[in-house]
């Protein structure tokens, strides 16, 4: 089965621009995280959906938001970029929003880089 | 407000030999799951071991295992037998027992193998 996969691999933005990336989790898998990775950082979160729902949201201005549609993927935008948010975008999904079993897996992430 | 530190930035070990990472972690809660992911240069991260916090016995993965102290809040990963394919970024993580899956990372620690 594929993992989680994110597109793109990298993009390069300039400040003010909108950006969207997009996640499509493991089959079977109905919730999707987001996490900011800035360089020699860990990951930070940024929102979870469950069901199309948002679930969680992190410390984050209002300048990010993200949706899932119907078949549980999920796209993250974010508005007026900053130089930074450049920083690694993760996407992890897992079967349900609370299973010990069942942990989040992620994705190789989206290298987004502000000019 | 839940915390993760992890206040060793780098550590290296020779190949073969054992090695400990150290994390400790701050919460209110009684009930929670602690995980050590790592992160290769590939940029995905993988869940390398979990630990549920009711649980007493440390959990073990083959080479990998813990030292979870629950009253000091401390979740160390020892890897025994190094190999060089163990050469990556490791994160400590802390997620609470209930609705919302987010994690909570560390700031991680670069591990290096020595041939």
């Known amino acids: 089965d594929a993992g989680v996969t994110q597109s793109p691999t990298h993009l390069i933005k300039t400040r003010g621009q909108h950006v969207t990336l997009r996640c499509s989790p493991i089959s079977g898998h109905k919730s999707v995280s987001w996490y900011q990775q800035v360089l020699g950082q860990g990951p930070q979160f940024i929102f979870q959906y469950y069901e199309k729902e948002e679930r969680g949201r992190g410390n984050f201005p209002d300048r990010f938001s993200a949706r899932q549609f119907p078949n549980y993927s999920s796209e993250l935008n974010v508005n007026a970029l900053l130089l930074g948010d450049s920083a690694l975008y993760l996407c992890?999904?897992?079967?349900?929003?609370?299973?010990?079993?069942?942990?989040?897996?992620f994705g190789d992430g989206t290298r987004l880089s502000i000019l | 407000a839940q915390t993760v530190t992890q206040s060793q930035p780098e550590m290296s070990v020779q190949e073969a030999e054992t090695v400990t990472l150290s994390c400790t972690y701050d919460t209110s809660e009684s009930d929670y799951y602690l995980f050590w992911y790592k992160q290769p240069p590939s940029r995905q991260m993988i869940l390398v071991i979990r630990?549920?916090?009711?649980?007493?016995q440390n959990a073990t993965e083959n080479r990998f295992s813990v030292n979870f102290q629950k009253a000091a809040k401390s979740f160390s990963l020892k890897i025994s037998d190094s190999q060089l394919g163990d050469a990556a970024m490791y994160f400590c993580a802390y997620r609470p027992k209930g609705a919302n899956s987010k994690l909570t990372f560390g700031k991680g620690i670069t591990l290096s193998v020595r041939p």
């Open positions: 630990q549920e916090a009711y649980k007493q």
């Open positions: 992890a999904s897992s079967f349900s929003m609370d299973a010990y079993n069942q942990p989040q897996h």
